[in-house]
């Protein structure tokens, strides 16, 4: 396919390219580059531009100037097998390679301690190129669930790091790939899409085109900023961290703290700008009005935001700034009733942060938990993508602390209850689930609605799940379940059967032909129950003819999120820890995240006490990419063992006050 004089070609496998699993990638690659070409005002740089899927590739995809590398399901779609999700990731991928032409590869950094503005930039424009090439996905909302809830995770943590660190601090191989994390990839572009929110897209992107960097915008004539474009991101790029602003309507005054999970914990790092950022605070009110304010100190008094009664304030609008925020406690109870009442009143974007903002203060003992579980009520009414998704994450911490405790019965009674009318409208929407919804969201939302309800148990989820996966096995070749559904189908129908079941999925994984239907199949066969099954299992990531060395470490990973898989896959790992770091532990990306998904339970303090004996006996082997997760593991535990001194019998108080 040429765009303009540009020759564009996708490689595959021979059979996947004749099944037409490029067709996709090529359809959306002339115009995502000719939006990049008008974005960045500069030509595409060179006469050709290949993409090529190979089968056994550790990172997603790389940016080779001219032959972009990837991962199959980054790069390949059928949409006979496909779900949505792989499409979109597709799109997004694709578009962040290709911001690369220009952005790291036309010009480039000088070391890799500024990785993050590459990999930055390239994660927040990628949305952007996504977009233009899919223009009804909405896909810019996503970033927020994508980029900014995972930076934020890691960054409210002390053992977090800034974007930007001195070069003589990134020397070795190891340390270069530990720089591919979620903080250059994740944070780079939270702060980056801030940058372009306050600036405006069009100023944000001629500051590209100028000179490619982007303090050049300073000079722009209409701009009104309260400081320079380079002093007001030095705060938020050579410090790491970043603020939860609160606001009390009561007075009006606006101050901003430093956000850590754990609140006793004690910064070693000092900032020279104290823990402190410039602010662009943008507001509304239940009125409908709107205003920006920029917060410069630690605190001001800013009268319009002093309301009374029946009013209430919201801020950071679509979450455009990179912090959280709170609320003294009647504008809390405002904004509650408001979602109870009348939720559409406030941005999809903003329930979104609602839900998510309130568990992470919770998380951080600054609310009360009973408070952040509230924010959950309303979602019976609740259908956009965004808040559920947000609320399954912050849900989804609170089981990986409680499903194993007493807490998990009032738990799930809780959420099946909320989860119904969503079940329902599906239900009704889709003909009894013969169909999926056409809007690309509502695909998402229904895949939540289906999970959530199997996943609690709602009368009626399972024995579809099961009949379908019944149905497929009766005739293999004929496999009816839709695309979108199938992870969850799998998984769950996986689940409830037994080695019959197992080994029906094993045989179709090692028959896939997809990427996608691999992948969907791979991380299903981790949900059995059975134990010995789940020991065969981690034994086959030994084996590269059984699982390829690309998949293992995130095969042992979803092994390690079933309840039951856990504590063997912690076992395996500590037990091959030498095998383990010898083949993946200083190249691949992927080692940080076998070390969170191995410790994503941890909350006991017998937990934590093994976790430091792991970290003392392996000490001479080392931690390679993987070292910052490990300091990570341990600082989180430590916090969830406090957290839940403090918070468990409210928690339980409260899911049984729900069901009464
Ligand atoms: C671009 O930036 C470099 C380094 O700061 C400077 O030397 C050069 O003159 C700039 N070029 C333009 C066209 O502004
Ligand atoms: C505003 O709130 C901050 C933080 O709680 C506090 O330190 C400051 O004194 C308050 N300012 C006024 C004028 O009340
Ligand atoms: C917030 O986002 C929505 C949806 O993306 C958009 O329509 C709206 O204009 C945005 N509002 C502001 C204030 O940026
Ligand atoms: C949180 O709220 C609940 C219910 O309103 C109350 O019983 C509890 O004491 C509060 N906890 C704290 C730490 O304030
Ligand atoms: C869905 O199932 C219900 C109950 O089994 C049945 O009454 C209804 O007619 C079905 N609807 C469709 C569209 O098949
Ligand atoms: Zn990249």
Not at 133 to 158: G, H
Not at 303 to 326: D, E, F, H, T
């Amino acid at each position: 396919q040429a765009s303009r004089n540009v020759f564009v070609r996708i490689w595959a496998r021979q059979k996947a390219i004749k099944g037409g699993q490029g067709d996709y990638a090529l359809s959306i690659t002339q115009p995502i580059m000719e939006f990049f070409e008008k974005y960045y005002n500069t030509d595409y740089p060179l006469s050709k531009s290949d993409q090529i899927a190979l089968p056994d590739f550790s990172a997603g995809a790389m940016e080779n100037w001219g032959l972009v590398t990837y991962r199959e399901t980054a790069l390949l779609y059928d949409p006979k097998t496909s779900a949505n999700g792989n499409k979109q990731r597709i799109a997004t991928v694709v578009s962040h390679e290709l911001a690369h032409m220009w952005f790291g590869n036309l010009v480039t950094l000088k070391w890799w301690n500024d990785l993050w503005l590459n990999e930055g930039f390239a994660s927040y424009v990628e949305y952007l190129g996504a977009d233009y090439a899919e223009p009804t996905w909405n896909i810019k909302d996503q970033i927020i669930l994508y980029d900014m809830y995972r930076a934020f995770a890691v960054d409210s943590l002390v053992s977090s790091h800034p974007l930007s660190c001195k070069e003589e601090e990134v020397n070795k191989p190891a340390e270069i790939s530990q720089m591919f994390n979620t903080i250059s990839y994740s944070k780079g572009a939270a702060v980056l899409r801030m940058l372009s929110e306050f600036l405006t897209e069009p100023v944000f992107a001629k500051g590209l085109t100028v000179n490619l960097t982007l303090y050049a915008v300073d000079r722009t004539p209409q701009l009104k900023l309260p400081h320079r474009v380079h002093d007001i991101m030095n705060r938020w790029i050579l410090q790491m961290g970043f603020p939860v602003v609160t606001i009390d309507t009561g007075t009006g005054n606006v101050s901003q703290k430093h956000f850590l999970l754990e609140p006793n914990s004690v910064v070693e790092k000092p900032s020279e700008f104290n823990y402190e950022w410039y602010i662009p605070i943008n507001w509304m009110k239940k009125s409908g009005e709107q205003d920006q304010l920029w917060l410069l100190q630690k605190s001001a008094v800013h009268k319009p935001m002093k309301v009374s009664r029946g009013q209430w304030v919201l801020a950071n609008v679509n979450v455009s700034g990179y912090y959280r925020v709170n609320y003294d406690l009647e504008n809390w109870e405002r904004l509650l009733s408001q979602l109870n009442s009348n939720h559409q009143i406030i941005p999809v974007i903003n329930r979104a942060q609602i839900l998510d903002d309130a568990f992470n203060l919770a998380r951080a003992s600054i609310i009360n938990i009973t408070l952040a579980l509230r924010t959950t009520k309303y979602l019976s009414l609740e259908k956009e993508y965004i808040p559920w998704e947000a609320a399954l994450r912050s849900l989804n911490s609170l089981f990986l602390v409680f499903d194993r405790s007493d807490v998990y019965g009032a738990m799930q009674a809780y959420l099946r209850n909320q989860v119904k009318p969503l079940f329902d409208h599906f239900t009704s929407i889709t003909g009894n689930w013969t169909t999926v919804p056409l809007g690309h969201n509502d695909q998402f939302t229904q895949i939540i609605a289906l999970s959530l309800a199997c996943k609690t148990g709602l009368p009626g989820c399972r024995d579809i799940i099961k009949a379908w996966f019944r149905q497929w096995m009766q005739d293999p070749d004929n496999n009816k379940i839709h695309p979108n559904l199938r992870s969850t189908v799998y998984c769950y129908a996986i689940a409830a059967g037994g080695v019959e079941e197992w080994d029906f999925g094993w045989r179709m994984f090692k028959k896939a032909t997809v990427a996608a239907e691999a992948v969907k199949l791979r991380s299903a066969l981790a949900c059995t129950r059975e134990p010995w099954l789940l020991n065969r299992y981690l034994e086959y990531t030994l084996d590269p003819e059984k699982i390829r060395k690309q998949d293992a470490t995130s095969t042992i990973g979803s092994i390690s999120s079933n309840i039951v898989g856990q504590p063997l896959a912690w076992n395996f790992v500590r037990a091959r820890w030498e095998y383990l770091f010898k083949v993946y532990g200083t190249g691949s990306f992927s080692f940080s995240r076998l070390i969170n998904d191995i410790t994503a339970r941890f909350c006991t303090s017998f937990e934590l006490s093994e976790l430091k004996q792991f970290q003392k006996d392996n000490a001479d082997v080392g931690f390679g990419s993987g070292t910052q997760a490990l300091q990570q593991a341990i600082e989180k535990t430590t916090a969830k063992i406090k957290w839940l001194e403090d918070n468990k019998q409210q928690v339980l108080q409260w899911f049984i006050s729900q069901s009464a």
